[in-house]
Each structure stands twice: as C-alpha cells, then as structure tokens.
C-alpha cells in the first residue's frame, strides 16, 4: 500500500497544488506533509477521492514552529504538544489512515538547512553542554503519554517515526535499538506504533554500528507505516529510492504488505514520482 508525501513538491507551495499534481498523475494515495504554506482554512471536501495519511507538522501553523516533543525549554514543548494535538483533531476531520509525528531532540534546532543536497536541521554543538539526554528521555515519554490520551479520546491511529542522522547523532533521540527496547517496555502496540524511516535507518545503523535487518525485525511487530527515500549514507538526501538498493528486502517483506508505505521525496519532479510510484507497485 504505497503512499506520496506532499513533501516532494518545493518548499512554501500550496498543499493542494502538490495534491492536484498528484491526481493528475492518478495517484490518490497521499500523506499530507510539512513543508507547506500557511493557509487560512482548510476544507475537508477539498481531499475528495483521496486515501490520507497526515505527518507531525501539518497542517503547517501560521507562526513557524519546530516541533519538539522533548524540548528543555517549557514553552517550546507546550508549543509542540499544542500542535500536535491540533494535527490530531484535523486528521480526525478528514479520517486520516494513521498520523505521525517526530521523537523529538536534545537541543532546539537553530532552523532548517537551506541546502537543497541535505534536509537535516541546522544543529548548535554548544546548545548539548548543558543538556541531559535522560531529561529529555522523560520529557520524550511525558509528551507521548500525554499525545497517547489525546489520540484516544479522539479515535486516531498515531506512530512516532524513527530517527538517525551521522553529523547530528547527538542531537537526536530514538535512533538506537536500546532506546526501542526501553521505549516497547513503557507503552502498548494498541496504543502507538512505530513509523520506519528507512533513510534515518541507513543514518542511525551508521552512526552506532548496528545490523538494519535485525533492528528491523526487532521492531516489526510495532511498524505501522514507513517513509522511504534514498540517501548515500551521510545526509538526509530524501532522494527517490533506488533499484536493487539494500531496503527492498524490508519492503517486501510480507510482514509490511498491508501498511502504508511512504515515497518520501523533496524537491523532486512530479514525472519521477509518478515513475517510481509505478516501480514500487510493479516490484512489490
């Protein structure tokens, strides 16, 4: 079940004229992304005909805001809870397949890299001196139990996605194995899921030297969606995914049959997401 985020549209363009692209292109399986304009009112009949998932930052607020569920500074996290859980009640609105959102960080991002080649957020190395990693871990866990209530209350499926990163692995939470281990030991499958980001796979395996196939079957029985894209090991390329390429094996496995599966891409033309759409479904 292949999905395509918004995301590969550039940056600051109307959600719906990536939508209307896609449709074009006879794709209505569509994830609603976060690298969108503010828009006023959105209009739930205006996703007709369309299979929707919505992920963490969408609908995109009017005032920016990076979302940090395990941020320090109080104001911040409130901020990202706040939004989160505005997320929730617009994916209800629109009967959203499953909403996604992000672990959050030790530090507050500085911003986003401007680099088209590289979409990672811009890291300040001097911010970890006086944060604790287990402060945030709790703070982590708080926000998700309180996102979990909320969810409930208003019958939405959530995952949180999996992180990974080589030049900002300090930075960020939910890369590791061991983080799963005590993460499946807190909450409940029935309660929240785990979405597979397989560019951030190929990053955190990296980073800490572990085996993707085991750290995927280790967690296969939480996965509940997955983002792919393609990246060469170093950044976060969010390019189109590849023939033949190390992640096939996870995508066919029988276990993911049945769950959406996300083409991740930024800043890609419309003609190559609509051929690797067609790849995807033709090779699966």
């Given at each position: 079940m292949f999905y395509v985020s918004t995301t590969f549209i550039?940056?600051?363009k109307s959600v719906f004229e990536a939508i209307n692209m896609l449709k074009k292109k006879n794709i209505y399986n569509i994830e609603l992304g976060?690298?969108?304009i503010w828009e006023k009112k959105i209009k739930p009949f205006k996703f007709k005909n369309c299979n929707l998932c919505v992920h963490n930052y969408f609908p995109v607020p009017k005032k920016k805001l990076i979302i940090n569920i395990a941020s320090q500074n109080k104001s911040v996290r409130k901020l990202s809870i706040t939004q989160i859980k505005k997320s929730i009640k617009f994916?209800?609105?629109i009967s959203s397949k499953l909403y996604t959102?992000?672990?959050g960080f030790l530090t507050d991002p500085d911003g986003s890299n401007i680099s088209k080649k590289n979409y990672d957020f811009l890291w300040n190395k001097n911010k970890l001196r006086s944060k604790n990693y287990e402060k945030s871990w709790k703070l982590m866990i708080l926000s998700i139990k309180e996102i979990i209530k909320f969810a409930k209350k208003n019958d939405v499926k959530i995952a949180i996605e999996t992180e990974g990163s080589i030049n900002s692995k300090d930075h960020l939470l939910m890369q590791k194995p061991s983080e799963y281990k005590k993460f499946f030991k807190i909450f409940k499958k029935k309660d929240i899921g785990i979405n597979l980001n397989i560019g951030?796979?190929?990053?955190?395996?990296?980073a800490f030297k572990f085996n993707k196939f085991k750290f995927v079957k280790d967690v296969s029985g939480w996965v509940v969606a997955m983002e792919l894209s393609h990246n060469y090991g170093k950044n976060d390329?969010?390019?189109p995914i590849k023939k033949n390429s190390w992640y096939w094996k996870i995508i066919k496995n029988p276990k993911f049959k049945n769950i959406p599966k996300v083409l991740e891409f930024r800043n890609t033309n419309i003609n190559i997401v609509k051929n690797t759409f067609k790849l995807v479904n033709k090779q699966n």
């Open positions: 550039k940056d600051n976060s690298n969108h994916s209800k609105r959102f992000h672990p951030h796979l190929n990053l955190a395996s990296k390329d969010h390019l």
